[in-house]
């Protein structure tokens, strides 16, 4: 693969542009997905955070559903940030009516499981994958996974437990919003799988 892996973001709604920036600045080169042709010229996709179910509505008008299945399914490398996380879950609680996801990741998650916008917080999180220092992680009307299958890593868990950063093979997910805070780690973490994939 050239020095400058192919990778999308999911742009059908949230903080896209968060994500375009900090790929870009690791020497990505950023294509924003919106269509399946689009989806299929990549190597790499990130989930962005906002609203999961918005995006799943939105994923299903634009006809990005299947193709997005099919991609995970298929191998393709996934980074999912809150709702991103949500949209990479085989099971959802307290989703609204119909509400489905991509799946890829054997988690059950909970949305909103830390209350509302006024309950959002920031906290330091140890991640070992990524060494030191801790990761400054801000969450924003987070989900937590409530229950993780044998083939989940958890990357990531509060003071508490809670689990709040998965990995299962190439697709990985955080409850919080790792590119609002400026660390990067995360997405380089993400690319070198699209490397290694490739």
């Known amino acids: 693969m050239a020095s400058s892996p192919r990778v999308g973001v999911l742009a059908l709604q949230g903080d896209v542009r968060e994500h375009a920036r900090v790929l870009a600045d690791l020497g990505a080169d950023v294509v924003l997905v919106r269509r399946p042709a689009e989806l299929a010229g990549v190597d790499g996709l990130v989930l962005p955070g906002g609203e999961s179910s ?29 709702a991103g996380l949500i949209l990479l879950a085989d099971r959802i609680l307290d989703g609204i009516p119909g509400q489905e996801s991509f799946g890829g990741l054997d988690i059950t998650v909970r949305r909103n499981a830390f209350g509302g916008q006024v309950e959002s917080f920031e906290t330091d999180l140890d991640v070992p994958v990524l060494g030191a220092p801790a990761v400054r992680a801000a969450f924003i009307r987070a989900p937590v996974v409530e ?9 990531a868990a509060l003071a508490d437990d809670r689990i709040v950063a998965v990995r299962r093979g190439p697709v990985m997910g955080t409850s919080f919003h790792p590119e609002t805070a400026g660390e990067t780690r995360f997405h380089a973490l993400f690319l070198e799988s699209v490397r290694t994939r490739a």
């Open 54 to 82: 918005v995006i799943d509505k939105l994923s299903r008008a634009f006809g990005m559903r299947d193709p997005i299945r099919d991609a995970i399914a298929g191998g393709m490398p996934v980074f999912g940030t809150c």
């Open 147 to 155: 229950e993780s299958g044998p083939d989940v890593e958890v990357l």
